[in-house]
């Protein structure tokens, strides 16, 4: 006796079948759009660890947490108000170009009071970023940050007030061993006077040579928005950083190449913690005897004194270092190996502690200027 297979149970049962793979097609198309981790994150909170932190969006642009209050909401106001569509005042239109592109904000639609920065990633356009996070000024605390704050922050980096920057972190592309190097914020606090340029050029260095093309394009992007901040008295900027970005891929050194990029992004994305291998201090000092790293505790001791810097007053913030340090740039030509600028980015970054003003800002003018000089003597080497 044959057993008859009725049609419409057949047909059910295939309905169900097609729906539910439709349905697990749909869930991983879900999945595959949402936020995940910065795979390439040197410094601040990070996702995972921290309450708050950063993650990379599909279409290309990053997600910054918004911190707690006042944190959060000024640094909100601030990006609302350099990109405000209505926006005529001069200084913050051309402030624009110095920082990521602002998108609005983004949040989840289970939590829809948990919002996110939606902002341009600096990086995303690179093969093979090479990403360092220096936070500028002589404080990394503001006017109404309180005593203890004050202490902990001093203590973290005693010589912030005297070098007027500090390196929170960086990852370096090698290209003979396809791996990064990567140095969190213990690393900077650990460089004294004696290393600080040792440790700055390390961040040039892609294990055969220094890239002093790099180098030259990145001074410049410092010396433009070193001129903003000469020509405004309305703003003042406390724990900010500069982001710096240039391609450590020699081969593709064509970032408007869009096919690349998306290559680099697919590669960041599924690269292994592995790859960020740690650089002994064997390989440290190794790597950076071809900047020359000499000690600076004499040019820092020589720039004082020319200027006449003593006071640690409000008055004589960011006279220590003057501009005419900086005229006589160095016009080292661009290399063949990818030294144009649209392979180097140089931002403004983190903006929760900014405040309104009517003075220049002399503090972060000074860690400008400070770094500058550093970026010329390893440039000069």
Not at 3 to 13: I, K, N, P, S
Not at 211 to 226: A, E, G, M, Q
Request: aromatic share 10%; proline share 4%.
């Amino acid at each position: 006796m044959k057993l008859r297979v009725r049609e419409h149970d057949y047909g059910a049962g295939d309905e169900v079948r097609h729906e539910h793979e439709a349905g697990w097609k749909s869930r991983r198309a879900e999945r595959a759009r949402d936020p995940v981790p910065l795979s390439h994150q040197v410094a601040g909170h990070k996702y995972g660890i921290h309450k708050v932190g950063i993650l990379q969006n599909f279409d290309g642009t990053v997600l910054k947490q918004l911190q707690p209050p006042p944190r959060g909401p000024c640094e909100m106001h601030f990006y609302k108000q350099v990109f405000a569509q209505d926006c005529k005042d001069p200084h913050l239109l051309a402030l624009q170009q110095h920082l990521p592109k602002y998108h609005g904000t983004w949040s989840t639609p289970d939590k829809p009071n948990e919002l996110y920065l939606k902002l341009e990633d600096v990086a995303g356009k690179f093969v093979r970023p090479c990403i360092m996070d220096v936070k500028i000024g002589r404080k990394s605390y503001d006017p109404f940050a309180s005593q203890e704050k004050r202490e902990e922050q001093i203590r973290k980096y005693p010589l912030m007030e005297e070098i007027g920057f500090l390196i929170l972190g960086m990852r370096v592309y090698h290209i003979a061993s396809g791996a990064y190097i990567s140095h969190e914020q213990f690393y900077g606090r650990s460089l004294t006077k004696e290393t600080l340029k040792t440790g700055l050029a390390t961040f040039f260095h892609n294990g055969e040579e220094l890239r002093k093309d790099v180098i030259s394009i990145i001074i410049n992007k410092i010396h433009d928005i070193l001129h903003w901040f000469e020509g405004q008295k309305q703003l003042h900027f406390y724990a900010s950083s500069l982001l710096f970005v240039y391609e450590g891929s020699l081969h593709t050194a064509n970032t408007k190449n869009k096919i690349e990029a998306l290559k680099g992004q697919r590669y960041r994305q599924a690269e292994s913690e592995n790859n960020n291998a740690q650089l002994t201090n064997s390989k440290l000092k190794s790597s950076c005897k071809q900047a020359n790293c000499i000690s600076i505790h004499n040019a820092i001791h020589h720039v004082k004194k020319v200027n006449g810097f003593g006071s640690h007053s409000l008055h004589h913030q960011g006279k220590g270092i003057t501009t005419d340090m900086f005229e006589e740039k160095n016009t080292v030509s661009e290399s063949s190996k990818g030294g144009k600028e649209e392979n180097v980015e140089v931002r403004m970054i983190d903006f929760a502690h900014v405040f309104p003003s009517d003075s220049s800002d002399d503090g972060y003018i000074y860690g400008l200027r400070s770094l500058l000089f550093f970026l010329e003597q390893i440039l000069q080497d």
